[in-house]
């Protein structure tokens, strides 16, 4: 049962470079999401995705951008890294039940330290 | 904007101990989820709790929502070492089509 799976798991990048956060899932989920979270702290929603095609910003966007052109592959894309974004990376999954259930699947995560 | 409230931030008690942790807002939610994340691993999604009132039990761990769905306890008795780690209540609302608001999450740690 792979669920969400999420790579790079770990990766340190110099300030300035660029990188992609990969996410799949194999349950035919309509939402998808990415989250990250710092040290101690909860979850804040970067960008999300209610379907092919279909992309939002969530709380904190800025330094990130997202596609997604499959239903299964929502990559996360960090153009002109800073520190700041050291942080673990989420990507979470949901379901349509005739709406918006709340129900995410997370993957395990990806850390990301920024140098 | 919605916004979760969770209490205590953190909590460190002995094997054997009973404690709640609890999960307010001003908002209503269609429904809430509380989740528990062990240290380098994602979230694992517990329970959801849908209907005002309601009350869940998982073995030792027992949620509840309020009956005016704005908030919402999760109660362990006789925790374990194994129920160490964050937990963290969400609420799915009408007015955050297709995403969720998080809590900052509760930092249990169970001595042995």
């Known amino acids: 049962n792979a669920g969400v799976t999420q790579t790079p798991k770990f990766r340190i990048l110099k300030i300035g470079q660029s990188m992609t956060l990969q996410c799949t899932q194999d349950?035919?989920?309509?939402?998808m999401y990415w989250y990250r979270q710092d040290p101690g702290m909860g979850l804040k929603l970067i960008y999300y995705?209610?379907?092919?095609?279909?992309?939002d910003k969530g709380e904190v966007p800025n330094g990130y951008n997202v596609s997604r052109s499959t239903t299964e592959d929502f990559p996360l894309r960090l153009e002109l890294a800073a520190p700041s974004q050291t942080s673990v990376y989420f990507c979470?999954?949901?379901?349509?039940?005739?709406?918006?259930?709340?129900?995410?699947?997370f993957g395990e995560g990806s850390r990301l330290t920024v140098l | 904007t919605q916004l979760l409230e969770q209490s205590p931030q953190f909590l460190s008690i002995q094997e054997g101990e009973n404690l709640t942790v609890y999960c307010n807002s001003s908002?209503?939610?269609?429904?809430l989820q509380w989740y528990r994340q062990e240290p380098g691993e994602g979230p694992v999604l517990l329970v959801t709790?849908?209907?005002?009132?309601e009350v869940k039990k998982l073995k030792r761990l027992t949620f509840q929502f309020g009956d005016a769905r704005k908030d919402s306890s999760l109660h362990i008795t006789a925790a374990q070492p194994g129920d160490t780690g964050l937990y963290l209540c969400?609420?799915?609302?009408?007015?955050?089509?297709?995403?969720?608001?998080f809590g900052d999450g509760t930092t249990l740690t169970v001595k042995p």
């Open positions: 709790v849908v209907t005002g009132g």
């Open positions: 995705s209610v379907g092919a095609g279909i992309t």
């Open positions: 979470a999954s949901s379901y349509d039940s005739g709406g918006y259930t709340g129900e995410l699947f």
């Open positions: 969400a609420g799915a609302g009408h007015t955050n089509a297709g995403k969720s608001t």
């Open positions: 349950m035919n989920h309509n939402y």
């Open positions: 908002s209503v939610f269609s429904s």
